[in-house]
Each structure stands twice: as C-alpha cells, then as structure tokens.
Nanobody, 127 residues
Framework: QVQLVESRGGLVQAGGSLRLSCAAS????????MGWFRQAPGKEREFVAV????????YYADSVKGRFTISRDNAKNTVYLQMTSLKPGDTAVYYC????????????????????WGQGTQVTVSS
C-alpha cells in the first residue's frame, strides 16, 4: 500500500521561503516520478513541479519557475519542494503525488498522470 505523507505547511509572509517534504512508502521509491500540485479555493488542482525517478530531470510550471525547486533523496524515500520568493498567489493546499509507471519515459504534468496522492498541506502567504 502506497502512502505519501507531506510535512506541515504554514503561514509565511510574502517574499519568504518554505520547504515542503513528502515521505513515501509502499513501493520502490527510486523508480517512480514524483510531482507536486496545488489547489487554491475555487480552483482546479494545478501542476507545480515534477522530478524524474532518477532525479536527473525536473520540470516546472511557468508560475513557479526560478522560485521553486523540486528535489528528491532516494535513500530517504523523500521528495522536497523548496519554495522561495513566495507570493500571495502561491496560497493553496499543496499535494505530492507519485506516478503509477515504473521508470517512466515521460514526466507527466497532469493530475491524471499520477495514481497516488498525499493528504495535502496548507501553505498560506500573507501580503
């Protein structure tokens, strides 16, 4: 049984930083792509970032490029999202997700491309 457990988010002032982590269990972590998504009230879940199973490739939404960094530690079965220069528009519930495809050839930016999800963690950025 796959479990993804995100760290607690928090309240941050605009311009501040926050790091989220997501600990995975239940499958061989190092063979699956990992993604971060977010959902603001009244909006659809949107892609934030993805990292390949090897950690060698990453891709970001334009809205966070240059401010957020996704990384993974396969020895710890954990994926991270380092967020800097936070803006009020980054306020959302953040979710980590795991691909259902082992050693996928293409990273997915769609929620439909992920089979397993964390419980979500609230990030609030105040102006």
């Amino acid at each position: 049984q796959v479990q993804l457990v995100e760290s607690r988010g928090g309240l941050v002032q605009a311009g501040g930083s926050l790091r989220l982590s997501c600990a995975a269990s239940g499958r061989t972590f190092s063979t699956y792509d990992m993604g971060w998504f977010r959902q603001a009230p009244g909006k659809e879940r949107e892609f934030v970032a993805v990292i390949s199973w090897s950690g060698g490739n990453t891709y970001y939404a334009d809205s966070v490029k240059g401010r957020f960094t996704i990384s993974r530690d396969n020895a710890k079965n954990t994926v991270y999202l380092q967020m800097t220069s936070l803006k009020p528009g980054d306020t959302a519930v953040y979710y980590c997700a795991q691909s259902p495809i082992r050693r996928a050839m293409i990273m997915s930016t769609s929620p439909d491309g992920y089979a397993y999800w964390g419980q979500g963690t609230q990030v609030t950025v105040s102006s």
